[in-house]
């Protein structure tokens, strides 16, 4: 068990730059008997617990100030079982390295989100998913996990054993315990053919419905001040693989979508009166392209560019009246936003805090660049989205309490009565975990 040195930084920060932590000692365990003596270390000295992960979340749900559990050297594949159909990883490991490694094995994840660089527990803690007409999010695929409670001793669980606790742990916002094992179902690897394309607003939101039954995978992106969406549509295919041809890859992934795009940020915001014209031009930038690629490099993309977010889950038949009443709230206000707004799809599962738990939902994501305003806007989103019964990502920018959040998930008051049993001294809270959580 290594605790990093202090400094007179913080002793961490996440991806996006606007959540920061200093603990009083941080440490970075080896295996999960030095992880279960660090949480029973911090217990004996009064101090509570976060784990933290890659730091892609925007919001304070990783953030304390007592021991900080750092994932990096409890990553790695631990078993793969061909016959069961399911891998086992350790909490650390970057979805990046668990895609690859599946993937040279001949299986793959059902569903993904398009960001890799998040570790697993982090991910399916705060109910990280993609997009999807009949397959889940991440935690949705999980068959077993294993925590390190707040007295230090080690809780497996799964549907079959201790099922109660898998129900609620798989989107645990780390106040069930630590996350220490987690065992995914996987499938044989398969291939995705994408088709990306330009659509109207219009067109997308008279044709959503219809969009999301016909395909696998739907998402698209509306580009705030103009009238233009980039669609993408993935289903399975037969092959054979034809990916995206390296040269278009980088012009299209690289240089556009990152690098023009980085200028384009921060030229908006050092001069917001240019963003509507920015919008337009980013929107015209990538053409229509269809590629049959693995699953991983299909439904994932680089992000270079950092930016904050919010994102809410609404009932999947809410998603074209609050789309439209975003994109009037846009067109009649000062708002100056450079980031495209995001769609996705998610069916009902029955994790009690899932954004998707009990409904069919639709995602509809808002983001800006970091460096630029982005709080009245955000706020404006969210009247739109809590109108709706809208739920907020765990991991994402909101403003939401315990009040709200017990009116809009079912499961509410089963996922605290199994908390209060789990950590009825609150070791592993946080200021987050009491807003939305309640005490």
């Not at 179902?185 to 994408?194: N, S």
């Not at 000062?334 to 009690?352: C, G, K, L």
Request: aromatic share 8%; net charge positive.
């Amino acid at each position: 068990m290594n605790a990093l040195p202090a400094t007179s930084r913080p002793a961490w920060r996440n991806w996006a730059g606007n959540v920061d932590a200093s603990p009083v000692r941080t440490v970075a365990p080896s295996s999960t008997e030095a992880l279960a003596e660090a949480v029973r270390r911090a217990a004996e000295d009064g101090l509570r617990v976060k784990a933290v992960g890659s730091g892609h979340s925007f919001s304070t749900v990783a953030a304390g100030s007592g021991v900080l559990l750092r994932p990096e050297r409890l990553s790695g594949i631990r078993t793969i079982d061909h016959a069961a159909g399911t891998v086992t990883v350790a909490p650390g490991t970057p979805l990046w390295q668990l895609n690859q490694t599946l993937a040279g094995e001949g299986r793959s994840l059902t569903n993904m989100g398009d960001v890799t660089a998040q570790t697993a527990a982090g991910a399916v803690s705060t109910g990280t998913h993609g997009t999807g007409r009949a397959s889940a999010s991440i935690a949705a695929q999980l068959c077993g996990l294993e925590l390190v409670c707040a007295d230090g001793s080690l809780l497996r669980c799964s549907a079959r054993e201790r099922p109660e606790v898998f129900a609620a742990a798989r989107v645990g916002l780390g106040a069930l315990g630590v996350i220490s094992e987690l065992t995914f179902a996987t499938e044989p690897l398969f291939l995705l053919t994408a088709r990306e394309e330009p659509m109207s607003f219009e067109r997308v939101t008279a044709e959503f419905d219809q969009l999301t039954a016909e395909n696998e995978h739907f998402e698209f992106y509306w580009f705030p001040h103009t009238r233009n969406c980039n669609t993408k549509r993935n289903n399975r295919s037969s092959g054979p693989r034809v990916p995206v041809p390296r040269a278009r890859g980088w012009l299209d992934d690289e240089v556009l979508s990152n690098g023009v795009f980085q200028l384009a940020c921060s030229a908006g915001a050092a001069l917001p009166a240019t963003v509507p014209g920015l919008a337009r031009l980013s929107s015209r930038a990538l053409s229509a392209r269809t590629y049959t690629d693995l699953p991983y490099r299909v439904f994932t993309s680089p992000r270079r560019v950092r930016f904050v977010e919010m994102e809410y889950a609404l009932p999947r038949e809410a998603a074209v009246p609050a789309l439209r009443e975003l994109r009037s709230m846009v067109e009649r206000s000062n708002h100056r936003v450079s980031f495209p707004v995001e769609v996705r799809v998610a069916p009902a599962d029955d994790i009690p805090l899932s954004t998707a738990g009990g409904r069919d939902s639709v995602y509809i994501a808002v983001h800006n660049y970091r460096k630029a305003p982005y709080r009245s806007y955000f706020t404006a989103v969210e009247r739109i989205m809590t109108a709706y019964d809208g739920r907020p990502h765990w991991g994402k920018l909101h403003s939401r309490d315990a009040d709200y959040l017990a009116g809009v998930y079912p499961g509410f008051a089963e996922f605290n009565a199994l908390r209060d049993r789990l950590d009825p001294g609150r070791l592993f809270g946080n200021d987050y975990l009491r807003r939305v959580l309640g005490e």
